[in-house]
């Protein structure tokens, strides 16, 4: 059964992986991939570290993908137990649904809505600012904004596939600790912050080591489809670097130079994330 998943992820993760020898190269694509390049060593990297705003790109990717991390752990922790409060099974299955519906929405069709929604001329969020008295802002053109629009903007559309994975850890929760708890006078409180939260707290600590491997990926589909040059200084992140090295200048070293170097970084996070979790919390993966 897992022979499929095995095969498509050796061809399409793996194999790709033997373009890191572009990184050393002065890489002309005419010559072909196993053409005649010119060995360059580490130009590209020397040439990477050199460029004026690499070191604001790699602070916007961690501060953009550390808010997303954190607040798309907590969110939907909450909503699962507030929905798991839910009697009323009609309305917790429309919610459900609800929040569920955008994860599977691409980012360039959601980017679309978000666009829309933020407009500072005739957006609604604007129009309830305006109505409350704290005025129209440019969400998507003000550097000042445009990070903690990012977080909230995938956190909007992702949270959902998280709640139904806290659900189902819920529903696997022995119901008998609730009556035991009930019976020694615990409230619905109590028996959520002793029962539920330990509960889940081994796919809490699952869902952690994964994501602080991803805490350089903070989104190109979403960032690409939202940002503009008004936000480089704080909107511009590795993936949207290498694409305009890469594919608009077409220095595919230096572009090959900075996804390795992403790459590096995220095996070490993912690594000590997991050794961390088993030193710490007694949790392995394998």
Same mark, same amino acid.
């Given at each position: 059964m897992l022979l499929p998943a095995v095969i498509a992820v050796f061809i399409f993760s793996y194999?790709?992986?033997?373009?890191?020898?572009?990184? #050393?190269?002065?890489? /002309?694509?005419?010559?072909?991939y196993w053409g005649d390049q010119t060995w360059v060593g580490l130009d590209n990297f020397r040439y990477m570290l050199s460029m004026p705003?690499?070191?604001?790109?790699l602070r916007n990717t961690i501060v953009i993908s550390a808010g997303k991390i954190v607040l798309g752990m907590i969110i939907p922790i909450v909503v699962s137990i507030l929905l798991n409060e839910v009697s009323n099974i009609k309305f917790k299955k429309t919610i459900q649904t609800m929040i569920y519906f955008p994860y599977f929405i691409s980012w360039v069709v959601f980017s679309g809505i978000?666009?829309?929604?933020?407009s500072q001329n005739n957006g609604i969020v604007n129009d309830f600012l305006e109505f409350f008295g704290f005025g129209r802002h440019f969400f998507l053109g003000n550097p000042g904004l445009f990070q903690g629009t990012m977080i909230w903007t995938d956190v909007l559309k992702n949270f959902? #596939?998280?709640?139904? /994975?806290?659900?189902?850890?819920?529903?696997?929760i022995d119901p008998t600790l609730y009556e035991a708890a009930a019976v020694d006078g615990a409230g619905r409180f109590r028996?959520?912050?002793h029962i539920t939260l330990p509960g889940m707290f081994m796919i809490i600590v699952l869902l952690m080591v994964l994501n602080l491997?991803?805490?350089?990926?903070?989104?190109?589909?979403?960032?690409?489809n939202l940002y503009s040059p008004a936000v480089y200084n704080t909107g511009d992140v590795i993936d949207t670097l290498v694409y305009r090295i890469g594919l608009v200048d077409f220095q595919y070293g230096p572009a090959t130079a900075v996804g390795l170097f992403k790459s590096l970084v995220s095996m070490i996070l993912i690594s000590v994330s997991y050794l961390c979790a088993y030193k710490f919390f007694s949790y392995r993966i394998f």
């Open positions: 194999l790709p992986m033997s373009g890191i020898i572009i990184s #050393f190269q002065k890489f /002309i694509p005419a010559k072909g705003n690499i070191f604001g790109v978000m666009i829309d929604i933020l959902g #596939f998280g709640t139904v /994975i806290y659900l189902a850890t819920i529903t696997n028996q959520t912050l491997g991803n805490v350089l990926n903070a989104g190109f589909d979403q960032i690409f």
